[in-house]
């Protein structure tokens, strides 16, 4: 109700949020972005994200956290260098060519004629 009494009586440019085009406050500095840049390029390279931001606040007194050094990278088109895992013990497996190309099977035990002698049902 109040934002639309105050489009009526002020037009609707004035219902938008007045921080709107500012600057945020928590905004990294260009020159801090350009320093993590800067080091990460020639001494810490290859380095993974977390310890970067370790190294950065004990040697080179720059405090980010690893959460904002990470973007800053990622921005710069820098990617997590990853670690070498081994593969997952069940990969998923690429669609067949052919619809039925790869048969399931399943059985089931019953007294499927109720007379005590257990029977198997084999579905494919």
Partial sequence: MRLKAEATANGTMRILHKNRG???ANTTLIEIV???MR???TELKGYNFC?????LAEDKDIFVSPSTESRVLKNHGIKFP???????KHR???AREHEG?????DDS???????GQTLYLHGV
């Fill in 51 to 55: 310890h970067t931001a370790d190294v």
């Fill in 22 to 24: 500012r600057k945020p």
């Fill in 109 to 115: 035990s019953f007294d499927w004629l109720v007379d």
């Fill in 92 to 94: 998923p497996r690429d």
């Fill in 34 to 36: 350009d320093e993590i």
């Fill in 39 to 41: 080091f990460y390029k």
């Fill in 101 to 105: 190309k790869m048969a399931q099977m």
């Fill in 82 to 88: 990853k670690s070498k895992r081994r593969p997952k």
